[in-house]
T-cell receptor, first 113, second 114 residues
Framework: AQSVSQHNHHVILSEAASLELGCNYS??????LFWYVQYPGQHLQLLLK??????LVKGIKGFEAEFIKSKFSFNLRKPSVQWSDTAEYFC???????????FGKGTHLIIQP | NAGVMQNPRHLVRRRGQEARLRCSPM?????VYWYRQLPEEGLKFMVY????????ESGMPKERFSAEFPKEGPSILRIQQVVRGDSAAYFC????????????FGAGTRLSVL
């Protein structure tokens, strides 16, 4: 069975700091990888996705993620965070022919002005 | 283009009652997925449906839970004889037939069982 591990449950940063949120998954086959964001009071929105090709993918709002197959990782990065990035971030994996996504527990990011 | 619509947003039931959660996919989307999020947990996949067909129900509890996606109308997640452990946020997602790997989520229904 697939599993997804997000290392940090709560992260607090100051504005303009750099961000990296870790995500590791357990499935050994071909996978599709996703990062979703949930702003306070809103629904989950897709930040970025990786299906194949260039392992460095760029998403909305200045976010990017790097797929490192040998490490089973798909870490999310942003060079300079803003107060409006305060949200819950979820890493998700889809693999093994399954249609459903396997989510991590989420990382609650708080950006202090 | 309206997003995935879920209603109600909040639902309160007493133990033993039935809960019916509705999900209207985005226009043009024929694939629907249901997920459950327990407190302090990530979303857990429950079921994947296409119009009038259940494709994958590997995440559905064996008893009391059922889902449908009729030819007309929204998808329904039905929980019979609810128990306190059913209290959770239930999210629906939809995807178009051509790009079914990208799932668009609704705002969720928060079920509270008293």
């Amino acid at each position: 069975a697939q599993s997804v591990s997000q290392h940090n449950h709560h992260v607090i940063l100051s504005e303009a700091a750099s961000l990296e949120l870790g995500c590791n998954y357990s499935y050994g086959g071909t996978v599709n990888l996703f990062w979703y964001v949930q702003y306070p009071g809103q629904h989950l929105q897709l930040l970025l996705k990786y299906f194949s090709g260039d392992p460095l993918v760029k998403g909305i709002k200045g976010f990017e993620a790097e797929f490192i197959k040998s490490k089973f990782s798909f870490n999310l990065r942003k060079p300079s965070v803003q107060w409006s990035d305060t949200a819950e971030y979820f890493c998700a994996v889809q693999g093994g022919g399954a249609d459903g996504l396997t989510f991590g527990k989420g990382t609650h990011l708080i950006i202090q002005p | 283009n309206a997003g995935v619509m879920q209603n109600p947003r909040h639902l309160v039931r007493r133990r033993g009652q039935e809960a019916r959660l509705r999900c209207s996919p985005m226009k043009g989307h024929s694939h629907v997925y249901w997920y459950r999020q327990l407190p302090e947990e990530g979303l857990k996949f429950m079921v994947y449906l296409q119009k009038e067909n259940i494709i994958d129900e590997s995440g559905m509890p064996k008893e009391r839970f059922s889902a449908e996606f009729p030819k007309e109308g929204p998808s329904i997640l039905r929980i019979q004889q609810v128990v306190r452990g059913d209290s959770a946020a239930y999210f629906c997602a939809s995807s178009p037939p051509s790009v079914k790997n990208i799932q668009y989520f609704g705002a969720g229904t928060r079920l509270s069982v008293l």
